[in-house]
């Protein structure tokens, strides 16, 4: 069969449409990222964590990063540097010194509200007030799509999106 010369790179014209719509969705995370971030002077991910503290005072890091659905590892990297810059504070449990405890600070809460909202970043905050009906066929076609890339980060799975969208 002869070439037409289009690629199917190129996609058809619902293709370029829906890759419009991704471009949409990455620049206005990006564009409400900055906005924490010229706010609040520290990243999108971290005023996140600390709007998860405000709602689970007391939280433990494996909890935190459920919540956040990043790996423990990421949420506890950046946990120190919220730690080092004194908006959290980490406390040993009364009845299991094992456990470790979250809460923010007098300026972890003044920073939080400076935040403009959402402060879970807009693309959570979508996703959250989508029906369950939709959020499923969201999933499964955004898996389809990862399924055709050539090139898949999985460790990204696990990073707060304001890390990847800069």
């Not at 890759?19 to 996140?48: D, M, N, P, Y």
């Not at 990063?65 to 120190?80: F, I, K, P, Q, R």
């Not at 402060?119 to 029906?131: F, S």
Request: one cysteine or more; charged letters at 25%.
């Amino acid at each position: 069969m002869k070439s037409t010369g289009r690629s199917k790179d190129t996609g058809t014209p619902l293709a370029r449409e829906t890759l419009k719509q991704l471009r949409i969705i990455i620049g206005a995370a990006r564009h409400h990222f900055r906005a924490l971030e010229t706010a609040c002077g520290i990243s999108g991910a971290q005023v996140w964590i600390l709007a998860a503290l405000a709602e689970n005072p007391g939280i433990t890091v494996s909890r935190l990063s459920e919540t956040l659905s990043v790996h423990v590892s990421t949420a506890s990297n950046m946990l120190d540097k919220l730690a080092r810059a004194g908006l959290v504070d980490r406390r040993r449990g009364e009845d299991d010194r094992r456990v470790v405890n979250l809460h923010l600070t007098d300026q972890g809460q003044a920073v939080l509200a400076r935040a403009p909202r959402p402060l879970t970043g807009l693309v959570p905050h979508a996703l959250a007030r989508l029906p369950e009906s939709t959020l499923l066929r969201l999933n499964e076609d955004l898996a389809l799509l990862v399924q055709q890339m050539n090139y898949i980060d999985l460790d990204a799975a696990n990073k707060p999106l304001s890390t990847l969208v800069r």
